[in-house]
């Protein structure tokens, strides 16, 4: 699972779009399955783009059919899955209503199978979590691991960096239309140093002076420590287990957002 | 090929099962008769029922006018005599006009061996038929008059003075063929009337639906798995589809109306429709055409808006060709050949109507047909490419309406 990030007009959308042949880069190429990139190629492919609609006037049923006919299925057996879609998404009752008819929340389900009717081998999903409630959220989300599970490539673009951390396994960082920051998810975050320190303590707090601290915040017997850049925790450990009883002693790695802002800071800031 | 021919299917699903398609398939025909029924009848009733009044000097003049004009049935007039009549009945009369007691008088002044002066008085002025009716009676008595006044028997007077009504025949192919003039005028100016609504209507169909497309955001689903052109094919062709399929069932619907019995009797003596296989031919053609044209222009100018509203504003784009070419009916009707009707016969937005209300009165010669038909052809050529163009741009574009310079930079992508 890979997770496409950036701020508002990073060009995540633009990036989506040439990759499934909806514009055409100026320059560079897309690849797709490894080859160069083709029409053909657009059927082992599920895009839910950002924009997303449903013919209002057709019935829920003909429209999964409609949409799985276009990616290259059997009549019948676009019906047969998008009936299975629909009980496993407990839209059942709604097969036979027109679309204009159904809650928002049925009608993103809706979308959500006809991505996945023709049971596509790479998943692209165009912010797939903006506009849902948290009960669609979370089925998206469970559907997705499933379909990782699988063995089916998914990439997602989203602002929820607590999405990303939770799902993806890679994630690529664009600003201004050119990758800042790309790798797998540990080791990304293994580029950022664990700087920032929660201790509960008991006794004396003395050793918040220690020259390494740069900054922190006592709660009384509870610390948010920020370190200076390349200090040494366990020195600070060893100051402070005479004065003080250590309850709690972690080390936390940045959280993708403290990532994020940072290295997007950084650039607007150069 | 396969994605064109669903997204046709989809389309001609969807409209043919729609409310609006059912409602103007039994609406658009009631119209119709409605329009021709009460034109019609109007002209049928137009100067029927008059009251009016002959005022002269002459009494058995004024006698044989008012024979004559209650001869002429259809008329139902009443017809009172003042004769002989003084300048006091001629203030009497237009008090009575004024008073709506009568409809109208005539003052006919015939001194012997002098000039003859005769007025219509009514309130009036466009009632074209009694005033034929009375001219024709006041000269026609007036005639008799004469030719009595210079000895001729007044037996002979009614063998000199008939009527003769005049056959019409129409040549074709350097023969003589049967009068249907009327006929096929009428054949020709609905086929011309059905062409020019059906046309535009179908036309802004394809833009609405566009519209509603856009709105729907359904385009970058789509757009994602077929091309935009194959798009705008299919949905070409499925809304064409559905525009065939309703003249088909107003054509079914015509023939088996005209073949009832119900029909010879309303028909009887009344207008009569007569199309020819080639019309039948020509009609679906011109339709074809007219209709691609019209749909490729309103499916490009549609992809660059984001309502109907805003569409809205393109449509003097189709209603100005309609009122050129039915504001020039009487000129194309009188002078098919001329000029100026060839040539607008030739333009494509207007040649659909046009060739029809030529064929109104005279059928076309096969090359000026086929040229008409050739630049059309020509000219949808060179819209598609440019709204094709325009299309794969501007549906993907949401926010305010595209400005000319932005969609001839549309037109430089790719």
Not at chain 2, 61 to 83: G, S
Not at chain 2, 180 to 197: D, E, P
Not at chain 2, 262 to 268: F, K
Not at chain 2, 348 to 371: D, G, K, N
Request: charged share 20%.
């Amino acid at each position: 699972m890979f997770g496409l990030l950036g701020p508002n007009g990073s060009g995540k959308t633009s990036t989506i779009r040439m990759m499934i042949g909806i514009t055409m880069p100026d320059s560079g190429t897309v690849s797709l399955f490894g080859k160069p990139f083709t029409r053909e190629s657009l059927k082992r492919v599920g895009y839910l783009p950002e924009e997303r609609g449903l013919y209002k006037k057709m019935k829920v049923m003909d429209q999964l059919v409609f949409m799985g006919e276009l990616r290259g299925l059997d009549p019948a057996v676009a019906g047969r899955r998008a009936h299975d879609w629909c009980e496993r998404m407990q839209i059942l009752e709604a097969i036979d209503k027109k679309t204009e008819e159904l809650s928002k929340g049925m009608q993103q389900k809706i979308q959500f199978i006809a991505t996945l009717l023709h049971d596509p081998e790479l998943v692209i999903m165009d912010e797939p979590f903006s506009g849902l409630d948290p009960v669609n959220a979370t089925l998206l989300q469970d559907t997705l691991i499933e379909l990782k599970k699988a063995g089916k490539a998914i990439l997602f673009s989203t602002h929820r960096m607590d999405q990303v951390e939770k799902l993806c396994d890679a994630i690529c960082l664009i600003d201004r239309g050119h990758p800042v920051l790309q790798g797998g998810m540990r080791e990304v975050k293994s580029r950022y140093e664990r700087n920032q320190l929660l201790m509960n303590f008991e006794g004396d707090n003395s050793f918040l002076q220690h020259p390494a601290i740069a900054s922190y915040k006592n709660y009384g017997g509870q610390a948010e420590i920020q370190l200076k850049p390349g200090a040494n925790a366990q020195e600070l450990l060893h100051e402070a287990i005479p004065k003080a009883t250590i309850t709690k002693f972690e080390l936390v790695e940045p959280s993708l957002e403290e990532i994020f802002i940072r290295t997007v800071g950084e650039k607007v800031d150069a | 090929m396969r994605d064109i021919w669903l997204i046709a299917k989809r389309e001609y699903l969807e409209q043919i099962r729609g409310k609006a398609f059912k409602v103007t398939t039994i609406l658009i025909p009631v119209i119709f008769i409605a329009i021709f029924g009460v034109i019609a009848l109007a002209g049928k009733n137009s100067g029927v029922g008059k009251h009016i009044a002959v005022a002269t000097a002459d009494p058995s003049l004024a006698a044989r006018i008012r024979d004559l004009l209650i001869a002429d049935k259809d008329a139902k007039m009443t017809v009172d005599v003042v004769a002989p009549a003084t300048d006091a009945n001629r203030m009497e009369l237009l008090t009575k006009v004024d008073q709506k007691q009568i409809d109208g008088f005539l003052w006919l002044e015939a001194p012997a061996g002098g000039q003859v002066k005769a007025t219509f008085a009514s309130r009036s002025s466009g009632d074209f038929a009694t005033e034929g009716r009375v001219t024709s009676a006041v000269n026609h008595a007036l005639v008799e008059q004469r030719l009595a006044a210079r000895g001729i028997p007044s037996a002979e007077v009614e063998s000199l003075t008939e009527r003769l009504e005049i056959d019409t025949v129409q040549v074709k192919n350097g023969k003589e063929t049967a009068s249907n003039a009327m006929n096929t005028f009428w054949a020709a100016y609905v086929m011309a009337f059905l062409l020019s609504f059906t046309v535009v209507m179908y036309g802004m169909n394809v833009g609405r639906s566009v519209i509603q497309e856009k709105t729907s955001r359904i385009f970058e689903v789509m757009l994602s798995v077929v091309r935009p052109e194959d798009m705008l094919a299919g949905k070409l062709i499925g809304i064409g589809a559905v525009g065939l399929t309703q003249l088909a069932i107003w054509g079914g619907a015509g023939a088996l109306f005209a073949g009832s019995a119900m029909a010879s009797r309303i028909m009887a003596g009344g207008i009569k429709l007569e199309v020819s296989a080639a019309q039948m031919v020509l009609f679906c053609l011109y339709f074809v055409l007219g209709y691609a044209l019209y749909s490729t222009l309103f499916a490009g100018l549609a992809s660059t808006c984001d309502t109907e509203q805003e569409l809205q504003q393109y449509a003097p784009l189709a209603a100005v060709p309609i009122w050129l070419s039915f504001g020039m009916i009487t000129f194309i009707v009188s002078n098919p050949n001329s000029v100026w009707s060839v040539a607008i016969s030739m333009f494509p937005p207007c040649a659909p109507i046009t060739m029809f209300l030529r064929m109104a009165s005279q059928f076309p010669p096969t090359w000026q047909i086929a040229l008409s038909l050739g630049l059309m052809a020509l000219s949808v050529y060179i819209i598609l490419w440019l709204s094709s163009r325009i299309y794969r741009v501007g549906i993907l574009m949401y926010g305010k309406r595209a400005t000319l310079p932005e969609m001839l930079r549309w037109l430089r992508y790719s």
